[in-house]
């Protein structure tokens, strides 16, 4: 593609952002999907799968902050995390800030989205591939969760695309009663739901197969510029209601504790519980 041509984002057929590309950087058909990186005039360096942003070295702090940061602070002994999908290394980076986190797997199918993210993105995760606390995998998660040994993990981060194509096993009852399985007495799981006010069947049906194998059943909301629409959820479930009831001052002796507090350029304690009070728009769709 020359330079200063347009990519238009293809998630919605009516309406979309466009990035005006200063360079082409990769252009990858792995086994899985279409992968594209570039330097933008405005957003940084940016990675596409199959026509959809997924993340711009320009905000991609919030996205990862917000998702790696609420879980595990809101559990408070979270030991050993789960992540699923998450190819780019971000959400491991942020996972593995805790200093209370001992052990870190994260699976992802595409092993081509994490060689070209060590290649063309190489801050968003920083050290993390060499931390040894971290395993990666490059595999389907729901092949790991089936397999996985029960009560083995305190917290599962999803962060994976759309419940389309590779990503679609992700939002399945299968996957959220083999989570729930794995997952210790009081763990959790959060995972990408998308942009209510575009995509709101997929927060009100992710949210009706968690209700299935969790009591504990909501989301919370971020606000990340390049998922245009507003606010985008991150599904959560856990065994426990009182771990999203955590008031902010115990949210934040945790974060001096784990090392975050003060490091974030989204999250802080205040965010953190206010994320979970949805504007009436957002919570219609989950269950009572
Ligand atoms: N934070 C960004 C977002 O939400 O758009 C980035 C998402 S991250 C790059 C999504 C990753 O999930 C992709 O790299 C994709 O390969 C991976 N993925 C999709 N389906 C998967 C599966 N079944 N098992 C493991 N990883 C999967």
């Known amino acids: 593609m020359p330079t200063d041509s347009w990519v238009n984002e293809t998630l919605y057929a009516e309406w979309g952002q466009r990035f005006l590309v200063k ?4 252009r990858v058909k792995s086994d899985f999907q279409d992968i594209m990186v570039f330097e933008s005039y405005t957003h940084g360096r940016v990675m596409v799968l199959d026509g ?4 711009t070295e320009m905000d991609e702090f919030a996205y990862q902050e917000m998702i790696a940061h609420v879980p595990l602070l809101a559990h408070g002994d979270a030991k050993r995390v789960l992540i699923i999908g998450a ?3 971000g959400v491991l980076k942020r996972v593995l800030q805790h200093r209370t986190v001992e052990k870190a797997v994260m699976v992802e199918i595409d092993g081509e989205v994490i060689r070209l993210a060590k290649e063309f993105m190489p801050g968003i995760a920083g050290d993390a591939w060499t931390d040894p606390r971290a395993t990666v995998i490059v595999g389907d998660g729901i092949d790991y969760v089936r397999q996985a040994e029960a009560g083995s993990f305190d917290v599962v981060i999803v962060d994976s ?6 990503g ?17 007495d009081r763990g ?3 995972n990408q739901c998308g942009v209510p006010a575009m995509q709101a069947d997929e927060l009100r049906e992710t949210a009706l197969r968690r209700a299935k194998s969790f009591p504990d059943n909501w989301a919370y909301v971020a606000a990340v510029p390049t998922y245009v629409g507003g606010f985008m959820t991150l599904g959560w479930a856990s065994k426990d209601a009182s771990l999203r009831q955590v008031p902010v001052e115990e949210i934040r002796r945790r974060a001096d504790v784990a090392g975050v507090l003060d490091t974030t350029r989204y999250w802080t304690p205040e965010i953190h519980v206010g994320a979970f009070n949805l504007p009436p728009y957002i919570s219609m769709h989950l269950p009572r």
Do not use: C, H, K, M
């Open 188 to 190: 959790l799981i959060v």
């Open 168 to 184: 679609e096993v992700l939002f399945t009852d299968e996957f959220y009663a083999n989570a729930a399985r794995l997952l210790s």
């Open 87 to 89: 190819g780019d290394g």
């Open 23 to 26: 360079r082409e950087l990769a």
């Open 161 to 166: 695309t759309d419940p389309i194509g590779v």
């Open 52 to 55: 959809v942003i997924q993340i």
